[in-house]
């Protein structure tokens, strides 16, 4: 697994991820707790889908979809 982005503010106040591409909300909630790895979030607005890591509400792009 290679370096990846990190960011904090794909997740919004009430625990929604948002879609690391256009900012939407996706159909994704996490807690405090939730761990992820290698996780494929699709986003049903721009219907990308991009591989992410979650670790104590910190988010780390693995992949991003090819422009």
């Known amino acids: 697994m290679g370096g990846g982005v990190v960011k904090t503010e794909q997740i919004n106040k009430e625990g929604w991820l948002l879609c690391p591409v256009c900012d939407n909300k996706t159909k994704s909630k996490i807690r405090e707790d939730t761990l992820l790895e290698n996780f494929p979030l699709f986003c049903p607005k ?7 890591s979650l670790k104590q509400m910190e988010i780390t792009i693995i992949k991003e979809p090819d422009a």
């Open 46 to 52: 721009c219907k990308k889908e991009t591989v992410i």
